[in-house]
């Protein structure tokens, strides 16, 4: 089980950015597929995007395309996110999550959670 | 996107109890869904993928079943650190979407 961490709370004014770290306990980018998922507060998940790290190539769901991008670094094991033109809706726990079920895009292990405030 | 619809929103139940979450798609998924288990404040924990597959380590009451578009996740024998809230995925198809999740709740 590979352990996902992640950098710590963030608060942000709307219309800034934030880039939100995630870092694996071993080799991880070059085998699996990592991917972000935030969650507003009292609401359900919701799936950003991914970078497969081994071609480094990065998707994304379309309602995030344009203001998400989704970076690695595989000399530290280390997945970045940034989001921009933060909004107040933009408040959410954001989760980095590895792929691992087969052939499949689902999630085997989770990092801790980043919690990002936008508030003016 | 696919949409994902789970039923009940919440359910409560005692411990012992069997309790069975729907999750219905959009479409047709094949078998490319997967069940995760949420505690307040935590990450969620995947339990079952490609509908059926328990994931090593998690309890055997957990159980999955379904292909196509209706799937179910059945707790056989509620136990006390089985309430929480849990959520369908599919991944057939991207974007990867969840269902709203189902709160498992002490009656």
């Known amino acids: 089980q590979v352990q996902l961490e992640q950098s710590g709370a963030e608060v942000r004014r709307p219309g800034s950015s934030v880039k939100v770290s995630c870092k694996a306990s071993?080799?991880?980018?070059?085998?699996?597929?990592i991917s972000w998922v935030r969650q507003a507060p009292g609401q359900g998940l919701e799936w950003m995007g991914r970078?497969?790290?081994?071609?480094?190539?990065?998707s994304y769901a379309p309602r995030f395309q344009g203001g998400v991008t989704i970076t690695a670094d595989k000399a530290t094991d280390t997945v970045y996110m940034e989001l921009r033109n933060l909004k107040s809706e933009d408040t959410a726990v954001y989760y980095c999550?590895?792929?691992?079920?087969?052939?499949?895009?689902?999630?085997?292990?989770w990092g801790q959670g980043t919690l990002v405030t936008v508030s003016s | 996107d696919i949409q994902m619809t789970q039923s009940p929103s919440t359910l409560s139940a005692s411990v012992g109890d069997k309790v069975t979450i729907t999750c219905r798609a959009s479409?047709?998924?094949?078998?490319?869904l997967a069940w995760y288990q949420q505690k307040a404040g935590k990450a969620p924990k995947l339990l079952i993928q490609?509908?059926?597959t328990l994931k090593s380590g998690v309890p055997s009451r957990f159980s999955g079943n379904g292909s196509g578009t209706d799937f179910t996740l059945t707790i056989s024998g509620l136990q006390p650190d089985d309430f929480a809230t849990y959520y369908c995925?599919?991944?057939?198809?991207?974007?990867?979407?969840f269902g709203q999740g189902t709160k498992v709740e002490i009656k």
């Open positions: 999550a590895r792929e691992n079920c087969g052939g499949g895009s689902c999630f085997d292990d």
């Open positions: 071993e080799d991880t980018f070059s085998t699996y597929a």
């Open positions: 970078i497969i790290g081994l071609l480094d190539v990065a």
């Open positions: 479409q047709r998924i094949s078998s490319w």
């Open positions: 490609d509908a059926s």
């Open positions: 995925q599919q991944y057939n198809t991207s974007p990867e979407t």
